[in-house]
């Protein structure tokens, strides 16, 4: 059963790219990126030389298989915050990964992702993922935005960030991270998981209003987002605080320092994910503001993923990359211009069920 599974989803996958925009333009494979409901609705690529040699191969693309839980429940039980996934599928059926950076970062789990998101018309915000921004000292990961950026929108580059990803693809799952954040105003904190089109669930705390908020953005972008102001009153920049956030199939649980904060049953994302830990700014003045004026670091001592089913990892082509060095210049409008679909939205998006800490 699993492999007629894989088997459907991975044709599926290859139909959908066949048909998709961004194939009849040449390019080999679907990008994997995410959006925030106040930021870019999808990734743009900058044609860097790690751009190209790790997520653009010249042969080939790999779809991430879904993973679907064997014996899912309704959720109508009341969560067991001391089980994994709340106790709402049989423990036996529930794999806990839990990753530490001792030794670095574990390329078969994670992936440091470098692409640039936004540029569209409905948001010009941008801001581009550097791994020069993700670290690993005294064993614990950092995630760098630097300081006395300015944003150009003109220049078609976004404002440097960082952000890792999970190798692998789940259907239901959770993603807990044990964080100390950067007090720095101007930035985004976040974990979250991604699936696609929009289909966004997410927690966004914002140190320029001091507010947390939990996001729902059902899948694609005509119906209505929905925000609900989470009420933590306790200062999310003083230390080390873990955040926990639980998708099953009809439901979603945010907990914070082990207190339940919010459940949500409406929009919750119907496709599967990937996680993600990002810190980024794109100086919207609606959301991250910023950007930041000093370096701005947020601190991950661990993060743990949850999932029930089976997973299968997701690899890049070894295959010799299309270009091996970065272009001279800013991208040409012809070049950003073949990144969009006839309506200039971005040609591939994906979906996130995830949190958010917006400074």
């Known amino acids: ?10 044709l599926a996958a ?35 030389a790690t751009t190209y040699a790790t997520l653009r191969p010249a042969a080939t693309h790999h779809v991430i298989p879904v993973i679907r839980p ?32 001792e030794n670095g970062i574990d390329s078969s789990k994670w992936i440091v992702d470098t692409r640039q998101y936004g540029g569209a018309e409905y948001n010009p915000y941008m801001r581009k993922m ?19 950026q300015k944003y150009d929108p003109k220049s078609q580059i976004g404002l440097s960030s960082a952000q890792i990803m999970t190798t692998k693809k789940i259907f239901v799952g959770s993603l807990e991270m044990k964080v100390k954040m950067s007090s720095v105003e101007g930035t985004c904190q976040c974990g979250f998981l991604y699936g696609a089109d929009n289909n966004e669930v997410d927690m966004e ?5 001091k507010v947390s908020w939990a996001v729902v953005q059902p899948l694609g972008r005509e119906q209505p987002i ?12 003083d230390g080390w605080h873990t955040y926990k956030l639980v998708r099953t199939e009809n439901k979603a649980f945010w907990i914070v320092d082990g207190q339940l904060v919010n459940t ?54 070894t295959a010799t990359p299309s ?31 995830s949190f958010f800490f917006a400074l």
């Open 1 to 10: 059963m699993k492999v007629l599974d894989y088997a459907l989803n991975a």
């Open 14 to 48: 290859a139909t959908d790219v066949a048909q998709h925009p961004r194939h009849r333009a040449g390019v080999s494979y679907p990008t994997l990126g995410f959006n925030s409901p106040h930021a870019a609705r999808g990734p743009i690529e900058t044609p860097t």
């Open 70 to 101: 064997r014996n899912a429940t309704s959720n109508d039980q009341p969560p067991d915050l001391s089980k994994p996934m709340l106790g709402l599928y049989p423990e036996d059926e529930v794999t806990v990964e839990t990753t530490t950076f």
């Open 130 to 148: 550097d791994p020069e921004n993700v670290k690993v000292e005294d064993g614990l990961l950092k995630l760098t935005v630097p300081g006395g």
């Open 205 to 209: 705390y914002l140190t320029r209003t």
């Open 226 to 237: 929905q925000q609900v102001d989470l009420n933590v009153t306790t200062d999310q920049t």
């Open 264 to 317: 949500f049953n409406k929009g919750i994302p119907t496709e599967p994910v990937q996680m993600m830990v990002a810190h980024w700014t794109d100086a919207n003045p609606g959301w991250t503001g910023g950007p930041p004026e000093k370096d701005a670091i947020m601190t991950v001592e661990k993060v743990t993923v949850e999932y029930v089913g089976a997973t299968e990892v997701f690899t890049t082509s």
């Open 323 to 353: 270009a091996t060095a970065p272009p001279t210049s800013s991208p040409s409008k012809d070049a950003a211009s073949s990144m969009y679909g006839s309506d200039t939205r971005p040609l591939w998006a994906m979906a996130a069920l």
